[in-house]
């Protein structure tokens, strides 16, 4: 193999892919060669930012999208006026197709199937009760599911004219002009293998609400009337576009360079869950039933990456080595005692087997000439106590770590975590072989 060629099979603890059921495959063969630190699933990382577009598009999944095959394609080439019936929308990831080229089909399939596998394993395990208790819709609510599904068709079907005729395009850039939309004066296609397309799609809608308003009611270039849009139509845009935000924020900070090392990605976990237990709980009056069950959707999945993140010994020993988290930040964030001691043991075993200096070699002393008294009594049970004990804290270098304070910004803010190592490094401070094992796992990227 190659990486035995050039001598690095034992250097390798860690491989990120995406999340497709043939990497799966690979991971289970690669155990198989029995890497000294490559254990086979437990040092396997999804790609976090895959794991980011499929909880938007499990938030999705219940307001449907257009099948689109050969046939409606023809269609659809024929006349720009007609949309896919909506009984034929999406019911599940493991069926239909976007609105996207069909060269991008089978990637979108792999994915969605995914994510429906990951949605009704048996083996998830949910971290807040509430998640499958659905709340029943109301006819009087905002919204409903099939409202939501009509809704969001109309913004596909303005997408679609608006980006097929270029001349209409012009006449509506025109309007957004007239009705001082801000730029740019365009909707986006909402396609799923393209990442926080659905929130490019609301804020274009929001963006020129005034000039599709004005441009619906021309009855030549317009749109039919089941295509127009009200105010309840912008009303849901807002909501969807306020709870999608959060997901492309992250995606931008865990794609630029540095971005994504894994100590982060359990940050941006829970903000997740904060941000849509907030939308669930504390916004009920804002969110009808229909929303609240779709986001519920988006922390079951999310709970099942969770899982995998605490299967993972990479994430808790970056946590653990992280100078601003150790293990306060399990315990701030409520973990069960025996996941935090668990982390810790995990830093422990890497350390002792991969980075613990070798003690060096001490001169013998010559042997006492008195005799050694037999202990009794008391002081017996206190030698034998006293070599029983683990080493004092006080030299222990992980122990002496977590013992330690937090390192913060001056505003309460996480450090970089590398930069820190390596200024101590750079200062001639080992502490005890944690600088480059702390080097080695916070390099560590969650993102291909």
Same mark, same amino acid.
């Given at each position: ?113 995914? %994510? *429906?596998?990951?949605?009704?394993? #048996?083996? &998830? ?5 509430? !998640?499958?208790?659905?709340?029943? @819709? +109301? ?123 894994? %100590? *982060?990605?359990?940050?941006?976990? #829970?903000? &997740? ?5 907030? !939308?669930?709980?504390?916004?009920? @009056? +804002? ?43 399990f315990k701030l964030s409520k973990w069960k005692p025996e996941w935090i001691d668990e982390s810790i043991r995990l830093t422990r075993q890497m350390w002792e087997t991969t980075y613990k200096p070798t003690p060096h070699p001490t001169k013998d002393r010559e042997p006492s000439t008195c005799p050694k008294q037999p202990q009794t009594g008391l002081l017996a049970r206190l030698s034998g106590a006293s070599e029983a004990r683990p080493g004092s804290a006080s030299t222990d270098p992980l122990s002496m ?10 505003? *309460? ?36």
């Amino acid at each position: 193999m190659i990486v035995e060629k050039f001598g690095i099979q034992n250097k390798i603890c860690e491989i990120v892919t995406d999340n497709a059921s043939n990497n799966q495959t690979m991971i289970e063969e690669i155990k198989k060669f029995k890497w000294t630190r490559f254990k086979g699933e437990a040092h396997w990382i999804q790609c976090f930012a895959h794991i980011l577009n499929l909880i938007v598009q499990v938030i999705m999944r219940p307001f449907g999208r257009h099948q689109k095959n050969q046939a409606t394609a023809e269609h659809e080439h024929k006349s720009d006026d007609e949309e896919s019936d909506t009984d034929q929308q999406i019911q599940s990831f493991q069926a239909g197709t976007s609105d996207s080229d069909n060269e991008d089909d089978q990637c979108d399939t792999n994915n969605s199937m995914l %994510a *429906g596998e990951l949605i009704e394993e #048996d083996k &998830i395990k949910l971290e807040t009760k509430d !998640v499958n208790e659905l709340s029943d @819709e +109301e006819e009087t609510d905002q919204y409903t599911t099939l409202s939501c599904k009509q809704t969001l068709g109309k913004f596909r079907a303005i997408a679609r004219k608006l980006n097929k005729l270029p001349n209409l395009k012009a006449l509506f850039v025109e309007i957004c002009q007239e009705t001082n939309c801000l730029k740019p004066h365009n909707i986006e296609h909402d396609v799923r293998t393209l990442w926080n397309s659905t929130l490019m799609q609301l804020e274009g809608i929001l963006r020129c609400s005034k000039a599709i308003l004005e441009w619906q009611k021309d009855k030549r270039h317009g749109l039919f009337r089941h295509h127009q849009i009200n105010q309840g139509d912008l009303d849901l845009a807002r909501s969807l576009a306020d709870v999608l935000q959060p997901f492309y924020e992250i995606t931008l900070q865990v794609s630029i360079r540095g971005g994504a090392q894994i %100590a *982060g990605v359990v940050v941006f976990i #829970d903000q &997740i869950t904060h941000h849509l237990s907030t !939308v669930i709980h504390d916004k009920r @009056e +804002e969110y009808p039933a229909a929303l609240r069950n779709a986001f519920r959707a988006g922390i079951q999945l999310k709970n099942k990456y969770y899982t995998l993140t605490n299967c993972s010994p990479l994430y808790r020993v970056a946590m653990v080595l992280h100078l601003s988290f150790k293990d306060e930040y399990f315990k701030l964030s409520k973990w069960k005692p025996e996941w935090i001691d668990e982390s810790i043991r995990l830093t422990r075993q890497m350390w002792e087997t991969t980075y613990k200096p070798t003690p060096h070699p001490t001169k013998d002393r010559e042997p006492s000439t008195c005799p050694k008294q037999p202990q009794t009594g008391l002081l017996a049970r206190l030698s034998g106590a006293s070599e029983a004990r683990p080493g004092s804290a006080s030299t222990d270098p992980l122990s002496m770590w977590l013992a330690g304070g937090l390192h913060l910004t001056n505003e *309460g803010l996480p450090l970089n975590p590398l930069k820190w190592w390596l200024k101590k490094g750079r200062g001639g401070k080992t502490h005890g072989g944690l600088l480059q094992m702390a080097l080695d796992v916070l390099s560590c990227l969650a993102i291909i």
